[in-house]
């Protein structure tokens, strides 16, 4: 054997050696990115409820939020400006609850529970209850009691439970409307209700600074984050239809209550189907198929995800709390016309004609975030527009909204949606208790025009 041939032995040696742990443990690193995609959802709801305790305030007590987000908002992703959110975490341990809402015909409201896996599993409200308000008994999964006369039972899968409502804000002054339907939701235990106590309005405070839910998941170690899966999964049971990805869990050593106890090369196959799933993900994000018109619309199954865990864990770290498409919808898109990044160094039309404004019951709203898909600062503090704004129609019934960093003018200038020079950005609509020819496709957002 040369000398060159020695030498090339010697350096293709750690990569023969790579390779070959790779081929024997490629059912791991494949089985490591499923796991870490079916629990991420879960996970990250157990983050977002401990980081709510220390920010907000404990479990089972109505947090209302009383204005909008600003630029200077960074807790999530996307936030909008459209409603005001009353929340809650929900511990079924302590239950049951009583929920109620009074009667409501001025704002549009929906309050969504959701469980520990992000699937929407009640949302009473203006869809569904009409104006009359109602009275809600919010019991765990192994509650057995008897409803009490006057309550409509709603079940619980999991013992993590998270309330997000919204209700209808038509701008900042409409904050004192907006405020008392808020003050009118109670959570109480039903022990509570049935002695006729009501400890629950006094508002939470503001405890310490916390880190946002995603950069703690994106820091969180591959074994702490299967070891929360673990112990998650005892209060929070997997869905019947789940018994497959069960038994894919049970291959890596995963199981309800059981923490996997794995080797270093065992730790390293996880990590690396860990990343690999990441990766998948963050690649499909920056491109999107099944495209119209530019637009992407995020899939019916959102919110009630069966075993779309693909669906489920991406809207998970993009949109967390998702409304049920019959509730909400969020057609959103990054490029215009031509397939181009939305850049701030342009101008864009977006045209309605007269008969294809957004088909809803309730209202709609165009928002601009920017490449970190946060509110953009400006002068006007102006981050969305939707027909609850003094927009200006054009004479055949049309609309155009402009979308630019520096003011069109004006006569436009009712209709202008500032974004920031020099920066891309996208663009979310939001459509309230959509009309029918939006959920099932016969209407769709128009293409965004750039016109410089």
Do not use: C
Request: net charge neutral; no cysteine.
């Amino acid at each position: 054997m040369t000398m060159f041939r020695r030498l090339l032995l010697l350096l293709l040696l750690p990569l023969l050696i790579a390779g070959g742990l790779l081929y024997s443990h490629a059912e791991q690193i494949v089985l490591g990115a499923e796991a870490y995609i079916y629990g991420y959802p879960l996970v990250i709801v157990d983050v977002t409820r401990a980081g709510a305790a220390q920010t907000v305030g404990p479990q089972t007590r109505l947090t209302r939020v009383r204005r909008f987000p600003d630029a200077s908002f960074k807790g999530v992703v996307r936030p909008n400006v459209d409603t005001l959110y009353t929340t809650a975490f929900i511990d079924m341990a302590q239950g049951p609850w009583v929920f109620e809402m009074a009667a409501n015909d001025q704002r549009y409201e929906l309050m969504p529970f959701m469980d520990a896996w992000t699937n929407v599993f009640a949302v009473p409200g203006t869809r569904t209850s009409g104006s009359a308000g109602g009275r809600f008994l919010l019991a765990g999964p192994g509650w057995q009691g008897r409803v009490p006369d006057g309550l409509t039972l709603l079940r619980a899968p999991t013992q993590i439970v998270w309330l997000l409502g919204r209700t209808q804000t038509n701008g900042v002054a409409d904050y004192p409307l907006v405020h008392r339907l808020q003050d009118a939701l109670s959570l109480r235990s039903l022990v509570d209700w049935q002695a006729g106590r009501n400890i629950e309005n006094a508002e939470p405070t503001r405890l310490v600074p916390h880190q946002p839910p995603l950069l703690q998941m994106q820091a969180m170690g591959t074994v702490e984050f299967f070891d929360r899966l673990a112990r998650l999964m005892v209060g929070n049971p997997p869905a019947e239809a789940d018994g497959p990805m069960l038994v894919k869990l049970k291959r890596l050593g995963i199981a309800p209550g059981q923490a996997p106890q794995w080797g270093l090369l065992d730790r390293w196959s996880v990590s690396l189907g860990r990343w690999i799933a990441d990766w998948t993900v963050a690649k499909e994000l920056k491109n999107p198929r099944d495209l119209v018109r530019g637009w992407s619309t995020p899939p019916a199954q959102l919110g009630q995800y069966g075993s779309f865990y693909n669906t489920r864990a991406v809207v998970a770290m993009v949109g967390l709390g998702a409304n049920l498409p019959a509730d909400a919808m969020y057609p959103n898109t990054r490029v215009d016309s031509q397939g181009r990044q939305l850049q701030g160094d342009h101008q864009y039309r977006l045209h309605f004609a007269a008969d294809q404004l957004p088909p809803v019951k309730a209202f709609w709203s165009l928002t601009a975030y920017g490449a970190d898909e946060f509110l953009i600062a400006n002068p006007l503090s102006r981050y969305a527009l939707g027909d609850r704004d003094p927009l200006q129609f054009n004479p055949d019934g049309s609309l155009d909204l402009w979308v630019q960093a520096n003011s069109p003018g004006p006569a436009r200038q009712s209709n202008w949606l500032p974004v920031k020079a020099g920066e891309s950005f996208l663009l979310n609509a939001r459509l309230y208790w959509p009309k029918d020819a939006a959920l099932n496709g016969q209407w769709g957002m128009p293409a965004v025009e750039r016109v410089d």
